[in-house]
């Protein structure tokens, strides 16, 4: 909605707020190359949509209802560690991708580096069945915080709940750097509708704002983690890194605004049935769980 909706009268904001709802997309993967993107994908239930007389408020670019789900969550959340362990005095940021629940304030465009913007997050895909990527990435996310808060670590969650609106993609990033993060580990999976296309990869950013640096370690980490999560007997992408499972990209702005090394798992496939059937598998999620703090304290070893 343009900003001169401030000035139109009430009736025809309620008329435009309607057409608006009406007209608006189905949230697709943001982390999905174009070409990769789901053309239908099962949704979560859109956010609780505010009738046409409630109070609204103008951000930038689009209107939006009040109320607890109008505005991102910032922040993240912090966890202490468990115990002492290898990884005592480490923190360690995990971001659970996506958010719990649709909400307009989504498609507010923000920083995505390099001067491009993105819109602010989405809920992410979904399987044949109905499994939704959001809650994928909470549970897994939640199950790797535990295995490193036991190894001694402090986590930061990007997100609080899975019911919300978590932060923009800028904020998660900024999440990482403001925890001088050791390690962000950013858990998604994919969308990809090709019938063949199965398996998980690992994307890194050439276009960090940590620098060469920061890119070198971030590929370190990349490269245990893909050996650690080959284990979990999810095969290496068909469809996206040529049989590495690794993916530098440019576009991915939680990475590209990140000052600390950082990468972002595509778990699997959820358009896949075989994929999908072993990411819903809790044997499967504690294996993962295991293996991803195995190698993110490989990486961190002194
Ligand atoms: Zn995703």
Known sequence: MPRSARVLGATALAAALTSALTAFPPPADANAPAATRPTSVAQTPVARRTPPTASVHTTRH?????????VPSTGGLRLAPLARGPLTGRTIVVDPGHNGRRSRVNDRLVPAGGGRTKPCNTSGTASRSGASEHAFTWNLANRTATELRRRGATVVLTRPNDRGVGPCVDERAAIGNRARADLVLSIH???NTS??????HIITSTRMT???AAQRASTRYAMRVRTAFARTGMPRSTYLGRGTALTPRTDIAGLNLSRRPAIMLEAGNMRHPTDAALLAKPSFRAKAARLLADATQQTLRR
């Open 62 to 70: 689009l209107t939006v209802a009040r109320g607890p789900h109008a």
């Open 189 to 191: 999976a994919d969308g």
């Open 195 to 200: 019938r063949r296309a199965r398996g998980f």
């Open 210 to 212: 940590g620098g060469p």
